[in-house]
């Protein structure tokens, strides 16, 4: 059994496992239903618990899709209904009841400290849906969307993310470690990613570069990602931010820089990209949605053991 908590823990050649297998079962299922199984329903039987603290749309409706389409069932609890938020139930007994009752647990949090509290006492996988330091089951995805689109390994690819060092830029900059990936990153200079992130940067200093202007990061780009500048949770003082990052809006003109790039955006959006960019040509974020079906089944099945 394999945890999926952040992509700087595990192996580069099982990130790339997983997305070799996730290609071939995405291709496999091109005339199937959504709810049609895979061949072999290789995790009949099993159960996914999900628990989101935080909104979710796509990573819910995905992991449902996944859990489904490889044979097995998902129950999604409701925090607010469990003995652990209010009645003060221990997450040593909860996991152990999640353990004896399902096969693996997905949790979106908003405390990283849990999912580590978890792994302790669970004798089952679990899996990051995201979380305020990471967001590693979007960027593996966002990986194969950039390799599907691309049809080049990743390596050969120049990435640009422009927006606010946040959970999913994290991942982004674990993942450039892991797949040898150029890294541009685009923010107001009080928005840099933190000191430890910066450290880890610091010790790949030609792979990852840092600007403090839109127009230099985007340049030569093959890919530009995007996120909301204001982020579930961020308690900061939103018109402040949102204003600071007014000159990193990417708009019709900052995309003329970069012509062969696609546009790619985890989803939910804010006001970060001009409309005409997000539903221009480049924009591919609906197919970038739709692919976490596909690489969540491959993490699914690395976490269980049964990956081909
Ligand atoms: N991108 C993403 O994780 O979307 P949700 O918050 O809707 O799950
Ligand atoms: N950075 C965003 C990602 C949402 C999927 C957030 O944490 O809210």
Redesign the pocket.
């Known amino acids: 059994m394999n945890h999926f908590i952040n992509l700087k823990d595990i192996p580069a050649k099982d990130l790339r496992r997983i997305l070799v297998d996730a290609k071939k079962r995405k291709n496999a299922r091109k005339k199937l239903n959504k709810l049609d199984p895979d061949i072999g329903t290789p995790l009949k039987g099993k159960l996914l618990i999900q628990m989101f603290e935080?909104s979710s749309l796509?990573?819910r409706l995905s992991f449902f899709l996944a859990i489904s389409q490889l044979s097995g069932r998902t129950l999604t609890l409701r925090p607010d209904e469990l003995h652990l938020s209010k009645g003060g139930e221990s997450i040593e007994d909860t996991a152990k009841i999640l353990s004896n009752f399902g096969d693996a647990f997905m949790l979106r949090t908003d405390n990283d400290e849990k999912l580590e509290e978890f792994k302790k006492y669970l004798t089952i996988p679990i899996i990051n849906g995201?979380s305020p330091s990471s967001?590693p089951t979007?960027i593996l995805s966002d990986v194969f969307t950039v390799e599907e689109i691309k049809k080049k390994p990743i390596s050969k690819l120049n990435i640009t993310w422009i927006g606010?060092s946040?959970?999913?830029l994290n991942s982004l900059i674990a993942a450039s470690i892991k797949f040898s990936f150029k890294l541009k990153v685009g923010c107001p200079k009080k928005y840099q990613p933190n000191k430890n992130i910066m450290n880890y940067v610091k010790k790949n200093k030609n792979k990852i570069m840092i600007y403090n202007d839109p127009k230099k990061a985007v340049e030569g780009a093959d890919v530009i990602f995007s996120?909301?500048v204001i982020?579930?949770n961020?308690k900061v003082n939103k018109k402040k931010k949102l204003r600071d990052f007014k000159n990193f809006k990417i708009s019709k003109n900052l995309m003329k820089k970069c012509p062969r790039a696609i546009l790619l955006h985890?989803?939910?959006r804010g006001s970060e990209v001009d409309e005409n960019v997000f539903k221009s040509k480049q924009s591919k974020v609906w197919l970038q949605a739709l692919n976490r079906i596909h690489v969540q089944k491959s993490i699914l099945l690395y976490c269980l053991g049964k990956l081909r």
Request: one cysteine or more.
């Open positions: 935080k796509r990573t995201l967001h979007q606010d946040n959970n999913v996120d909301k982020s579930m961020d985890c989803l939910p």
